[in-house]
């Protein structure tokens, strides 16, 4: 076996020369959704949607029961029917049950699980039941507390769309860098209404120019 000698490259030329000489073509949406491998899911049971109990008959988890309803678009918003959605929150105590945030010394809730599935209606709607969060520490060393939040996955429209749910008038929602990396003006899309004091609506939309933020 031989040692090859590698060019020693002192610049990113190679890098421009595969760029493309002719304006891109825009492939219609219609294409690029039969481009999109699609697994087959194993299907959602509604239970899943309730975070609220890990199973039927259990106590409650501990702490404020919420809904967080609302529509998946696309960027013609047009509903994205069956979508799939994923969701996690951390507990009332801002303490996720994941084996990552076993530094936290916040206590776990037994009858709160944090992760849930959903899928959306014919009109886009999702609706899923689950424990407002606490908020919890990110970095000691800087002392930035992330304020309440909904992680989000979807997989439908040809997209899976990872994204994060804030919740109205909370103050640590102006000092989270992971929130404040959303321009100021596009703020708003990012924090769910309270329909009602427990009810949150919050719409989606997977692609194009009003895209939610990741
Ligand atoms: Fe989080």
Do not use: C
Not at 14 to 39: G, H, V, W, Y
Not at 150 to 171: C, D, I, K
């Amino acid at each position: 076996m031989t040692n090859r000698v590698l060019p020693v490259v002192h610049n990113d030329r190679e890098s421009e020369a595969r760029t493309p000489s002719q304006p891109l073509l825009i492939l219609p949406s219609e294409a690029r959704d039969a481009f999109d491998p699609m697994p087959v899911l194993p299907p959602v049971s509604p239970r899943e949607a309730d975070l609220t109990r890990i199973a039927p008959g259990r106590p409650r988890a501990s702490g404020d029961a919420i809904v967080v309803t609302g529509r998946i678009l696309d960027e013609d918003r047009r509903p994205v029917r069956r979508s799939v959605l994923e969701i996690w929150n951390a507990n009332t105590r801002g303490r996720y049950s994941h084996i990552r945030d076993l530094a936290n010394p916040a206590p776990l809730d037994p009858n709160f699980y944090g992760f849930g599935r959903a899928t959306t209606d014919d009109d886009g709607v999702y609706r899923i039941r689950t424990i407002k969060p606490g908020p919890y520490i990110a970095r000691t060393d800087i002392g930035w507390w992330r304020p309440p939040h909904v992680h989000f996955s979807l997989l439908g429209g040809g997209v899976r769309l990872v994204t994060q749910m804030y919740f109205p008038n909370e103050p640590l929602n102006e000092k989270d860098y992971i929130h404040m990396t959303v321009p100021a003006d596009e703020r708003s899309r990012t924090i769910a209404s309270a329909v009602q004091p427990d009810v949150f609506q919050f719409d989606l939309v997977v692609r194009g120019r009003f895209q939610n933020f990741v």
